[in-house]
């Protein structure tokens, strides 16, 4: 089944480290996206990929970083300079027409030790 | 600045009157309109699209939503409130200015009274 995969499901972080989440779609997809879900609010982006080797920053980059080196990777570190990385984070994906609705992976709940 | 914003943060009904969520957007380009819902400890579902070929579109469970470009306006409602629509509700927009970038509203919390 084509899909969107996030992993890993819980992550704790450390104070100084860096994390990174995984994020692979086999929809064929160009695009792909990743948001911050605080609990009562809503879904902020912090990075979005039209297509591969290239990014753009979100509403809420700072503290990020991503790399699109493949089609269907989109990996997200968080770094140590986010100082409030806990939330729940949110991979996409879409295709290019504009009217194309978002597939979602299940999320990565990070937490900071 | 291109933006969604979610006019109610909380919206409270009683079961079987109807509902009306509130989304308006600022765009320089026409946008991609939508509406999401998600359930408690649930994923995002999508509602409903704006196409372009219609200014009333119609979603699931009897959800509807009107593009209003005069008042750049993209309401959700439904007639008839169920205790099953108690959710969160976003509004999200695709902007077509930069790369295909898509923002969510900050969310409406719909409360369904018995």
């Known amino acids: 089944d084509g899909g969107i995969t996030q992993s890993p499901k819980y992550l704790f972080r450390k104070e100084g480290q860096n994390v990174t989440l995984s994020c692979e779609q086999n929809?064929?997809?160009?695009?792909m996206y990743w948001y911050r879900q605080d609990p009562g609010q809503g879904l902020r982006l912090i990075y979005y990929s039209q297509i591969v080797n290239d990014f753009q920053k979100g509403d809420i980059a700072e503290g990020y970083s991503v790399s699109r080196e493949k089609k269907e990777s989109f990996p997200l570190t968080v770094t140590s300079a986010q100082k409030n990385p806990t939330a729940f984070y949110l991979c996409?994906?879409?295709?290019?027409?504009?009217?194309?609705?978002?597939?979602f992976g299940s999320g990565t709940q990070l937490s900071v030790l | 600045a291109q933006s969604v914003t979610q006019l109610d943060s909380h919206v409270s009904v009683s079961e079987g009157t109807p509902v009306l969520l509130r989304c308006n957007y600022s765009s320089s380009y026409s946008p991609s309109l939508f509406w999401y819902v998600q359930h408690p400890n649930k994923g995002l579902q999508l509602l409903l699209k704006y196409t372009s070929a219609a200014t009333l579109v119609k979603g699931i469970n009897g959800f509807e939503a009107e593009f209003k470009k005069s008042e750049t306006s993209f309401h959700l409602t439904k007639p008839s409130a169920h205790m099953s629509d108690a959710a969160e509700y976003f509004c999200v927009v695709r902007l077509y200015s930069s790369a295909s970038k898509i923002i969510f509203g900050s969310g409406t919390r719909l409360s369904i009274r018995p």
């Open positions: 996409a994906s879409s295709g290019d027409r504009y009217n194309e609705k978002l597939f």
């Open positions: 929809l064929n997809h160009d695009a």
